[in-house]
T-cell receptor, first 115, second 108 residues
């Protein structure tokens, strides 16, 4: 059983650029959630995808968008990057069955630095 | 919305027990979790408790839940240097809401 993987590990961008982060779910999981963890803070929920559709969103602007693919892998896209977008971006996968959500398992994260 | 509070720092002597506390506001949470984060790493699930339980023990870890006071604690018995990390409490209602984390430092 493979765990959650994320790529890239680190990324440096400049203000105004766009970025795409990738996540592969743990085998057998159908739900992916994305979190932003600023330095010294706890993770903040961005959004969740279930069966390729957004299934809940946190307090993040529309320039944060995502996709989930048929194999349940996922992308997080951030447009018009701002300095405050610098953070560790965490992906978590879980299994939802009959409306019941199981425990979320986290990947190692992508460290994004915006200059 | 949900609010989860933790103290920021805890220092414990090696071999002693560590107790990390967490309070939350939403009583509708079904699962409550403890995650561990080592420097530069992602989150490792340590343990969780269902909201209809008072206590759960898993080897060196004991979770206590007081629903009336909306208080969750994690006790680590025989704390070792490898337990040095940031510990996050998280509550699950419609989404996972995390506390700010407690940095556990082990004193040799």
């Amino acid at each position: 059983e493979t765990g959650v993987t994320q790529s890239p590990t680190h990324l440096i961008k400049t203000r105004g650029q766009q970025v795409t982060l990738r996540c592969s779910s743990q085998s057998g999981h159908n739900t992916v959630s994305w979190y932003q963890q600023a330095l010294g803070q706890g993770p903040q929920f961005i959004f969740q995808y279930y069966r390729e559709e957004e299934n809940g969103r946190g307090n993040f602007p529309p320039r944060f968008s995502g996709l989930q693919f048929p194999n349940y892998s996922s992308e997080l896209n951030v447009n018009a990057l701002e300095l405050d977008d610098s953070a560790l971006y965490l992906c978590a996968s879980s299994l939802e069955t009959g409306g019941v959500k199981d425990t979320q398992y986290f990947g190692p994260g992508t460290r994004l630095t915006v200059l | 919305g949900e609010d989860v509070e933790q103290s920021l720092f805890l220092s414990v002597r090696e071999g002693d027990s560590s107790v990390i506390n967490c309070t939350y506001t939403d009583s509708s949470s079904t699962y409550l979790y403890w995650y561990k984060q080592e420097p530069g790493a992602g989150l490792q699930l340590l343990t969780y408790i269902f909201s209809n339980m008072d206590m759960k023990q898993d080897q060196r870890l004991t979770v206590l839940l007081n629903k009336k006071d909306k208080h969750l604690s994690l006790r680590i018995a025989d704390t070792q240097t490898g337990d040095s990390a940031i510990y996050f409490c998280a509550v699950d209602y419609e989404k996972l809401t995390f506390g700010t984390g407690t940095r556990l430092t082990i004193i040799p």
